[in-house]
């Protein structure tokens, strides 16, 4: 069954605007990880953070992880048409490796100009 | 480098007929992984190969059987295709010791 839940389903913004997409998990985690999947094309990986990190940044993205709730978040700040994708969580569960990664349903995220 | 590839990138199958998909990765990487989509879905994993030689099940093996030719390929095999595993199939490879997956662009298929 899938391990991550993602919301919302979809969000519309426009170009400029700041998105929040949240994910949240059922067992104890290693990692938490973040993709991008533009339309018709594979997964690209956007950012890891450990289950011993509470924040991480990479250039526009901001990742969040509470682990008592179960829970991370994925800002994107300034956002450009580019950014148009569906985002998905991914997490590998403590005692298992990095070999099994569960994958979230997926946010779809639109930009307007 | 090509990072992975996937051959082919679009099929159309008879319900019983059989297939492999390839995909390989110049990367040098260790693990590699098969995965399905499905609309609206994130992606579940179908088996995966931790080192040249090993294969284990994932998620959703039934109906499906896989090989680790080398380090560089693995492919993906359905015996008797249903319609149920109409889907878009990703491959993946992971570096030892990191934990980021690299993916292929995919195979759209489609059973009838």
């Known amino acids: 069954s899938q391990q991550g839940e993602e919301d919302p389903q979809a969000l519309s913004i426009q170009e400029g605007e700041n998105a929040t997409m949240n994910c949240s998990y059922k067992?104890?985690?290693?990692?938490l990880q973040w993709y991008r999947q533009n339309s018709g094309r594979g997964l690209v990986h956007l950012i890891l953070?450990?289950?011993?990190?509470r924040e991480k940044h990479s250039g526009r993205l901001r990742v969040t992880l509470d682990t008592s709730k179960k829970s991370s978040s994925l800002l994107i700040t300034a956002s450009r048409a580019a950014d148009t994708a569906s985002y998905f969580c991914a997490t590998d569960a403590r005692g298992q490796g990095a070999q099994k990664l569960v994958f979230g349903q997926g946010t779809r995220l639109t930009i307007n100009p | 480098n090509a990072g992975v590839t996937q051959t082919p990138k679009f099929q159309v199958l008879k319900t019983g007929q059989s297939m492999t998909l390839q995909c390989a990765q110049d990367?040098?990487?260790?693990?590699m992984y098969w995965y399905r989509q499905d609309p609206g879905m994130g992606l579940r994993l179908i088996y995966y190969?931790?080192?040249?030689?090993?294969?284990d099940k994932g998620e959703v093996p039934n109906g499906y059987n896989v090989s680790r030719l080398n380090k560089r390929e693995f492919s993906l095999r359905l015996e008797s295709a249903a319609p149920s595993q109409t889907s878009v199939y990703f491959c993946?490879?992971?570096?030892?010791?990191?934990?980021?997956?690299?993916f292929g662009p995919g195979t759209r298929l489609t059973v009838t």
């Open positions: 067992t104890s985690i290693n990692n």
């Open positions: 993946a490879s992971r570096k030892r010791g990191e934990v980021e997956q690299y």
């Open positions: 953070i450990r289950s011993n990190e």
């Open positions: 190969s931790a080192s040249e030689g090993t294969t």
């Open positions: 990367m040098n990487h260790n693990s």
